[in-house]
């Protein structure tokens, strides 16, 4: 994998390669890899991508690191064949790891004089991880609001002259042991990784239109292992969750409640699956391979709204399971809009069993600021009209919204003048 006999080298730290850039979606199904590039209308530009099954990540967590790294290398590879390009480095997302949220005020003296970009990176360097027995990680600390000597609601503080700043930052952070599972793997492939993104948060930069994201809306990323939540307000994001329930387990509850195997549960539920029982008429009916003794497989006509009663209480206790974390965190007062992505909200009748739940405006959201001109290997799907790849295409958006995020750690590359430094005064000015 190492040398794969291509000139174009492709990664953040490689703008040879034409500003393109290389994401990869390390999702519990599926491994996707797209090579693109955000153009200045906002657009995202797919020049091409990867796309293998995925077995050895369990509820976004990596459990058999050979298998992973097998999909990685060839969902990347498929990727560069496309592109005919060779890539060096990728943002990777992470659904695992446990990813929590917290808010963390960071308090520096500035003394009566301007505030610098310096007042701001000491204010970034006070954020650590929540205190959790197992070790975390921070994977982004994300500023959203500023007070300056007690008064709230500073959107900008360069320059102003204060005594004191407070700093309000978002801290997501991750087990350690997750992401350098998921690291490792990445690596082995001969790959350096950039930076993580948790998955929800790259999926709203992917579906929610700017409306959504200023007037406050929950994006619900519902995937095979996990369903992972990400709120915005103010065009920030301030608040993620990650649930390790997702469509798996939805086809598990089939193949066990109507005794198929999971290849034929995965089958009925895409084909013939509903959210509601309710809209299913009694009369219809489904045939269902049922294996039996001696292993012989033989049909069984059932009626289809078998299926539904199994589907819905799954998904039914999914949405509350959503709606707790919201209520317990404060936010779902803040969310006055939801939008369903990833693959398993594909199943019909979901929006209703949404709304049902979680009583607010619901709607499916899809990576529609995916241009895919040049997509060579994609066949028939287009990527734009496939919720299973909002996350994947929100990587891509954050690598073109946020080309350097605030440091991911401290210390790191805060010496080196035009590197982070100059990039975090970027960064803050264009986004806050
Ligand atoms: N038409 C459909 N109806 C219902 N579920 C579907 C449909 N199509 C796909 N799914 C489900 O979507 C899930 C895959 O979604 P997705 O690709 O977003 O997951 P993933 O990113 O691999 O996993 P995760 O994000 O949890 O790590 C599978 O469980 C699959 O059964
Ligand atoms: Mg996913």
């Known amino acids: 994998m ?17 500003g393109l850039i290389a994401v990869l979606d390390a999702g519990s199904s599926k491994v996707s890899c797209m090579i693109g590039q955000v153009d200045p209308s906002g657009g995202i530009r797919l020049a091409g991508m990867g796309l293998t099954a995925s077995h050895g990540i369990r509820a976004g967590t990596v459990v058999d690191m050979a298998r992973t790294r097998e999909a990685v290398g060839r969902a990347i590879h498929e990727a560069e064949v496309a592109t005919g390009s060779h890539v ?16 963390y005020t960071a308090h520096v003296d500035i003394g009566s004089r301007a505030v610098s970009e310096n007042d701001l990176r000491r204010a970034i360097a006070q954020a650590r991880p929540a205190q959790e027995q197992v070790k975390m990680e921070i994977v982004h600390s994300l500023p959203v609001e500023y007070a300056i000597d ?20 978002h801290v997501v952070s991750a087990e350690a042991a997750a992401l350098n599972n998921l690291r490792s793997c990445v690596e082995e492939c001969h790959l350096a990784v950039e930076r993580f993104v948790v998955s929800p948060y790259a999926s709203g930069l992917a579906v929610l239109l700017e409306d959504e994201r200023q007037l406050g809306t929950a994006v619900i990323d519902m995937g095979s292992g996990t369903t992972t939540v990400a709120v915005f307000v103010e065009g920030r994001c301030i608040w993620v969750d990650s649930l390790p329930v997702g469509g798996w387990h939805v086809t598990s509850d089939i193949a066990r409640g109507l005794g198929t195997t999971l290849a034929d549960a995965e089958r009925l539920k895409t084909l013939h699956g509903h959210a509601m029982t309710s809209a299913i008429h009694y009369h219809e009916e489904i045939d269902v391979p049922v294996v039996g003794d001696n292993d012989e497989t033989h049909m069984r006509h059932l009626p289809k709204s078998m299926l539904g009663q199994i589907i819905q209480p799954r998904l039914e206790e999914t949405f509350e399971l959503v709606r707790s974390r919201l209520e317990a965190s404060g936010m779902f007062a803040l969310a006055g809009h939801i939008v369903l992505t990833g693959g398993a909200s594909q199943m019909p009748g979901i929006r209703d069993l949404a709304h049902y739940i979680l009583d607010r405006q619901i709607r499916h959201g899809r990576p529609s600021r995916l241009i895919s001109g040049g997509i060579g290997n994609a066949g028939a799907i287009d990527p734009a009209a496939n919720p299973s790849l909002a996350t994947c295409a929100g990587l891509l958006a954050f690598a073109g919204e946020h080309p350097a995020e605030l440091p991911l750690l401290p210390t790191e590359g805060l010496s080196q003048p035009g590197g982070l430094f100059g990039r975090v005064g970027q960064w803050l000015r264009e986004n806050l």
């Not at 794969?4 to 953040?12: F, H, L, N, P, T």
């Not at 007690?150 to 930052?169: C, H, I, S, T, Y």
């Open 88 to 103: 060096e480095s990728v943002i990777v997302n992470i659904s695992g790891g446990h990813p929590l949220s917290h808010t």
């Open 2 to 18: 190492k040398n794969r006999g291509i000139d174009r080298k492709v990664g953040r730290s490689f703008p040879g390669g034409g």
């Open 150 to 169: 007690g008064n709230r609601g500073v959107r900008d503080p360069l320059g102003m002259e204060a005594d004191q700043l407070a700093m309000k930052l």
